[in-house]
């Protein structure tokens, strides 16, 4: 592997980078600066997935590589490591947020190989703002210094275009928080705007089967906005994250059963990721039983054990004085392994996913939270094994409506027309309690 840390002047646009193999590698071995900066940089970058396929031994003549240091300089064959041959290609995964909360929590993982497989090589392209591009910086810094043997290339940067390109999965975290006195309306138009660019950008030079995982919120809606604003990317490979809320529901009912987690499956979130969202304890089971046969307080499920789920996130930021952050993280590595492994015999997992086409009888063209299955392979298919009950359709009718309603407001932003913003009063982000 040719390992390499340089110091350079970036300014506009990609550099070709004076070490390693390919051109297309070179491209992405870039670590982008903002457009207007001119200041001293830092590329690292580990070459994995040519070497892997090539067995290249890319000995660099030292007088090329006197901007390097300590083990950047050094360069391996890869083909000749017994632990690293069998490796799969490289997968490059981009991180919108980066520098944030979230991401400073998920890039560790991803970079562990606990989310993507100990024989899976990673390349992490970080998507921050002028304003973070220092900490950007930093959290290079940290992942360099953690010396993971899967992370093969980290490049950072502030412009989608650049970020996004040949990328497998797109993690979108960044997005505005609400603040004071903010309208609902105007933050979808501000976010709105970002995961339209940010589609944008993944139609123009993203991989063609990119998976995007949405968590920025409002996320449904911001997920909708961005698969519009991609259409040569299946719609199918859009997800909002609601993850987190199926955990949250999990963990509940385990609680209130007595027993751990992990005797906790098929429990679904139906909807929106906000104060309507439908945990539902119809389907969900305890040790192979139905919830309700084991849990028989039907009081407590539908009423506070539904409240607890929805307003989880906004308790917690009145005890952090923040938003989750770790669950978060938690919960988005889960979403990626339950389409990177196979399901669980029976068992299902909730991810916010493009109604075209569903069995359920949920309004067509939004992004709607549904019970899904996976063979591992990134893809899904929707469970059909699923009871209703007029309780659980009432809600979720509920949910939909605000999804509808939201869906207006960013008209604008999905090519549909003039937005029309009329929210339902109630409607609130899990963190706005
Ligand atoms: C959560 O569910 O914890 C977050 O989505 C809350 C928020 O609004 O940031």
């Known amino acids: 592997m040719g390992l390499s840390t340089v110091y350079s002047p970036v300014g506009s646009h990609l550099v070709p980078a004076p070490l390693g193999t390919g051109a297309a590698h070179r491209r992405s071995a870039q670590l982008h600066r903002p457009r207007r900066a001119l200041l001293a940089t830092v590329r690292c970058s580990v070459d994995a997935a040519?070497?892997?396929?090539?067995?290249?031994?890319?000995?660099?003549?030292?007088?090329?590589?006197?901007?390097?240091?300590?083990?950047?300089?050094?360069?391996?064959?890869?083909?000749?490591d017994d632990k690293t041959k069998s490796w799969k290609k490289l997968v490059n995964v981009a991180v919108s947020g980066a520098a944030?909360?979230?991401?400073?929590?998920?890039?560790?993982?991803?970079?562990?190989?606990?989310?993507?497989?100990?024989?899976?090589?990673?390349?992490?392209?970080?998507?921050?703002?002028?304003?973070?591009?220092?900490?950007?910086?930093?959290?290079?810094?940290?992942?360099?210094?953690?010396?993971?043997?899967?992370?093969?290339?980290?490049?950072?940067?502030?412009?989608?275009?650049?970020?996004f390109e040949d990328v497998d999965w797109a993690l979108l975290i960044g997005a505005k928080p609400r603040g004071p006195g903010m309208e609902r309306a105007a933050l979808l138009d501000i976010n709105g705007q970002i995961f339209a660019d940010q589609g944008k950008a993944l139609n123009a030079v993203a991989s063609r089967n990119v998976k995007v995982l949405v968590v920025g919120n409002p996320c449904n809606t911001n997920a909708l906005i961005c698969l519009k604003n991609a259409p040569n990317i299946p719609a199918k490979n859009f997800h909002a994250l609601t993850r987190l809320d199926e955990n949250r529901a999990k963990c509940q009912v385990a609680l209130k059963a007595g027993v751990f987690y992990d005797k906790v499956s098929n429990v679904t979130i139906w909807g929106n990721h906000s104060t309507t969202q439908v945990p539902d304890f119809l389907n969900a089971k305890i040790d192979g039983r139905p919830v309700k046969e084991v849990i028989k307080d039907t009081k407590w499920l539908e009423e506070e054990f539904t409240m607890t789920v929805q307003k989880r996130g906004g308790v917690l930021i009145q005890k952090w004085g923040r938003s989750s952050a770790a669950s978060t993280a938690v919960s988005i590595a889960d979403a990626i392994k339950s389409l990177v492994t196979p399901t669980p015999e029976g068992d299902w997992f909730s991810t916010g996913v493009y109604t075209t086409g569903n069995p359920y009888g949920i309004a067509e063209d939004i992004v709607f939270s549904m019970p899904c299955r996976s063979k591992g392979d990134g893809d899904y298919e929707l469970a059909t094994d699923v009871s209703m009950d007029d309780f659980l359709w009432e809600r979720i009718k509920k949910s939909e409506a605000e999804l509808l309603a939201e869906k207006k407001c960013v008209a604008h932003l999905t090519g549909e027309g003039n937005a029309f913003c009329d929210l339902p009063e109630d409607t609130m982000l899990p963190g706005e309690v």
């Not at 591009?133 to 992942?143: N, S």
């Open 50 to 80: 040519k070497q892997v396929q090539d067995g290249v031994a890319t000995a660099e003549a030292p007088a090329s590589r006197k901007d390097c240091f300590g083990v950047f300089c050094t360069t391996y064959d890869l083909k000749a």
């Open 100 to 163: 944030g909360m979230i991401s400073n929590h998920l890039l560790f993982k991803l970079a562990s190989g606990e989310v993507f497989g100990q024989d899976q090589p990673i390349a992490l392209k970080l998507l921050g703002s002028e304003r973070s591009f220092q900490a950007l910086e930093g959290v290079a810094m940290e992942l360099e210094d953690s010396l993971y043997p899967l992370l093969r290339e980290v490049s950072i940067g502030i412009d989608p275009y650049e970020v």
